[in-house]
Structures are given as C-alpha cells and as structure tokens.
C-alpha cells in the first residue's frame, strides 16, 4: 500500500493498494480530474507531476519521458503520471499550466 499526497489539491491523500495501476489511474479512480491529453500514451507533459518528496521511488526514466526530458520538456522533479507506478509514498503537485480551470487548487 502506498500513499500520494497532492500537495496543491488541498493535500488530497490517495491511498493505493493496487500498485499495478498507472498513477494516473490511480488518481483518476478516487474521482480526482488530472489532465492527460494524449490519452495516457506518454506523448505529451499534461500529466505531469511535480514531485516535492519520493522522487527516490520511481525507477529510471521512461522511454518517454526520457525523450521528453531530452526536448526540455521535463524538469529532475517531475514525472508523469501515467508512464509511472507507485512503489513507495509520494508527494506532488499539479503542474500550473496543466491545471483545469472547472478545479480549485490550494498553495
């Protein structure tokens, strides 16, 4: 069972105890809204997360997030949400320009 704690929505915690799921998945099964305009195929950012603690959880990059990351597309604290499984307890935040404007985000 691990935990992620999204720092921006309040400090939403989500418990998971199916760490097979996407975390991204993961979030949207607690009826959280998180963008995700590729459709979760790693081709875009708009998932990404801002990660404040756990950063040491998540394996290596993703293939896609490595391209990504080579274009500047993705900063050493973020990682997105649906190319990766949680293995530990997290803490994130909604990217600015990745937020909806129909949700209230707190900090």
């Known amino acids: 069972m691990s935990k992620i704690l999204i720092r921006n929505l309040n400090n939403k915690t989500v418990i998971a105890n199916d760490t097979s799921s996407s975390i991204l998945d993961t979030i949207h099964n607690e009826g959280i809204d998180w963008m995700h305009a ?3 195929k790693g ?3 708009t998932c990404k997360m ?3 603690s756990g950063i040491e959880t998540f394996g290596d990059d993703t293939e896609a997030e490595a ?3 080579g274009l500047g ?3 050493d604290n973020e990682r997105l949400a649906c190319q990766n499984h ?3 307890d ?3 935040s909604v990217a600015e320009n990745n937020k909806f404007p129909h949700v209230e985000y707190s900090e």
């Open 73 to 75: 597309k993705l900063q």
């Open 43 to 45: 081709r875009c950012t």
């Open 67 to 69: 391209r990504l990351r």
């Open 38 to 40: 590729c459709g979760a």
């Open 86 to 88: 949680l293995s530990g």
């Open 90 to 92: 997290i803490e994130v």
């Open 50 to 52: 801002i990660v404040h």
